[in-house]
């Protein structure tokens, strides 16, 4: 049945709303409630997420410097924040296929202060002091639709229909979404927003800058023996299971009832299109040294999610009339420190600042201004060309990040350049097969068990979320030139390639098993693959991650 003319949207109006409940757009809220308590002026403000509650897509290593955090909230330590494990030792790890060998920390990657955190957590926690603060937010609010004004402006969000069948026809739980309107939208959606990609294209906000690049992060929770447990111990390691050529690492943190965050980041500008990211990572566990603090212990949580990795020269324009972007929809990741939390409350407490003293203008351009005078600007700027160098190898990536790093502080006089990730793919016949071993089922696991530790849901009778702008492509270029790429980098088995009675080729998509990891619409050679929002609520239901 078609969907009734009479059934108009429901409108709801903010001084300000924002799309995204992470770290960064959570600050944003807070900030703003409390310069309006402060100058006494009436100031309404939504958050809208997504996920099915705060935190339910939310997932990091996470290490979270409180730099931010002191500014947002000084009295943080009388809150009850869920910060109760401070980093205490670093360990930074080169691995080859059977040792491990300790190298020096980076300066960078130092963590003294910092303190080992749940995101999930973190974001619920200041959910709680946004709301005590007068903010509105509402979990299961999926954003589909930016709404434009007459001369063009953004006025605001619309959530998506709910109950529209397979065959994009309503259904008996048909209900419309609503219209949030707002003097002021600010799009905290994360990595690769779907929302922020269209206003990328429509206000042109990448015009002038390089390419954003991007990692996929791969993370377990692990329960480990307790005599194996270290609290506040944070390690990373490089080179294998990586070939020299690929960007990629891993983390491990020791945070509390003897539960290890472990995880593995491969950049995604990866060359050969064998390459499975969720393969890798389970490879790595089988290291001896990574397997001896495994055994014995219990998988008990699984996740995946793309992260910013173009730094300080991939950053775009970031406002437009009625909206600009915080956190890591802006590519606020700082790489070598393997930390975004921060950079992200940084830019929320910023863009707060600037759209309380200029809400009545129709673009806040002074955001950019007072970022460029912030740490976060300089922070950026002295680490911009540490990820690019990787593009010449591992050795000489390392030796280069040492050199600007110690001797140039950050400071050299020139840029490093940034490349499309989804570029960089060799064609299959050019590239050697990667042979990975099968899972054990002890320390090592397949897609579809792991996915189910995800929580990851989505209503069955929807269409599917993940679309091709020619279904064609998937078998004529994808398939023929690069061997389905997509059937391994996507890390919760969406996509793989169906034959028929005839042998004839089909990718079928699996799209209730997505994470919303954004991987395939990154990586997909030819941009073929659009990420779009479910239905509200749907995907993974992270807890502690």
Known sequence: MPVPAQSSRDVMEYDVLIVGAGPAGLSCAIKLKQLSHLQKRELSVCVIEKGSEVGAHLMSGAVLEPRALNELLPEWKTMDAPLKVQATED???????????????????????????????????????????GVEIYPGFAAAEVLYGENGQVMGVATGDVGIGKNGEPTERFTRGVELKARQTVFAEGCRG??????????????????????????EIWEIDPAKHRPGLVQHTIGWPMDTRTYGGSWLYHWENNLVSIGFVVGLDYENPYLSPFEEFQRFKQHPYIRSLLEGGKRISYGARALSEGGFQSIPRL??????????????LNVPKIKGNHTAMKSGI????????????????????????????????????IRPSFRWGLLAGMFYSAIDTVLLRGMALWTLRNHADHTQLKPARACAKIDYPKPDGVITFDRLSSVFLSNTNHEEDQPAHLKLRNPLVAINTNLVVYGS???????????????????????QINAQNCVHCKTCDIKDPLQNIDWCVPEGGGGPNYQGM
């Open 91 to 133: 360990h930074f790890l080169f691995l080859t296929k059977n040792s491990a060998f300790r190298l020096p920390t980076p300066p960078p990657m130092a963590n003294h202060g910092n303190h080992i955190i749940s995101l999930g957590y973190f974001a619920k926690w200041l959910a709680g002091i946004a709301e005590s603060l």
């Open 194 to 219: 779907s929302l922020t990609k269209m206003l990328f294209e429509r206000f042109k906000l990448r015009d002038g800058v390089d390419p954003q690049t991007f990692g996929l992060g791969i993370k």
């Open 319 to 332: 406002t437009f009339p009625g909206g600009l972007l915080i956190g890591d929809a802006a590519g606020f």
């Open 350 to 385: 910023v863009a707060a600042e600037a759209l309380f003293d200029n809400l009545d203008k129709s673009e806040i351009t002074d955001y950019r201004a007072r970022l460029e005078k912030s740490w976060l600007w300089d922070e950026l700027y002295g680490v911009r060309n």
């Open 485 to 507: 790429p997509e059937s391994r980098y996507c890390p919760a088995g969406v996509y793989e390639i169906v034959r028929d009675e005839k042998d004839n080729p089909r990718l």
